[in-house]
């Protein structure tokens, strides 16, 4: 399987370090520059094309994101935002002062609006569900891209939090056999 993830473009709470989680943000207004880089990454999503699925969290970010990108994406809630409890509305800080190391080193111990367990089974659920496809493109979020990539490489969660995920920057990764994945 190719997957190519794009994380959505940036909302007013991402500008301003604030997490979201769950909460149903839109994006930003769109500046010239991610015009410019929406145009850069249509062409590479171009040469990577055809898609036997385009797909997008239940999240609007997500999907304003796909549509700029001119895609009418399926919803999938697998790929919904890690929920980040009573962190979210407040400053990713917060977070990082209250799990500091722990949130870098062992995230899976953690349990927020919902466990890190709880992520890893949706990310091993949707393995399960499209892994027998060729190619997808995938719209997402920074935690949840980031938990991906570390699953697929390491097969837990234990070092998503020490990958960076830019906004609209399409990673694209070959899958052939995931270190882990549960049925």
């Not at 970010?61 to 399926?74: G, M, V």
Request: charged share 25%.
């Amino acid at each position: 399987m190719q997957i190519t993830l794009i994380r959505h473009l940036p909302t007013e709470w991402n500008k301003k370090a604030v997490l979201q989680g769950r909460k149903n943000i839109s994006i930003s207004d769109i500046t010239t520059e991610h015009q410019a880089r929406i145009m850069k990454n249509k062409l590479l999503l171009q040469e990577n094309a055809p898609y036997d699925l385009v797909l997008a969290s239940s999240l609007r970010r997500t999907q304003q994101t796909a549509k700029q990108y001119d895609f009418e994406p399926l919803v999938e809630t697998l790929l919904d935002e890690l929920d980040f409890g009573i962190y979210e509305g407040n400053p990713r800080q917060k977070l990082l002062d209250h799990f500091g190391k722990q949130w870098m080193e062992n995230p899976e111990t953690i349990r927020l609006g919902e466990s890190l367990l709880t992520l890893e089974e949706r990310i091993a659920a949707f393995l399960k569900k499209y892994l027998s496809y060729k190619n997808i493109l995938l719209f997402g979020h920074g935690a949840w891209i980031r938990a991906f990539l570390s699953y697929v490489h390491n097969g837990n969660l234990s070092d998503m939090n020490k990958r960076k995920v830019r906004f609209n920057d399409p990673v694209i990764m070959n899958i052939n056999n995931a270190k882990k994945i549960t049925y």
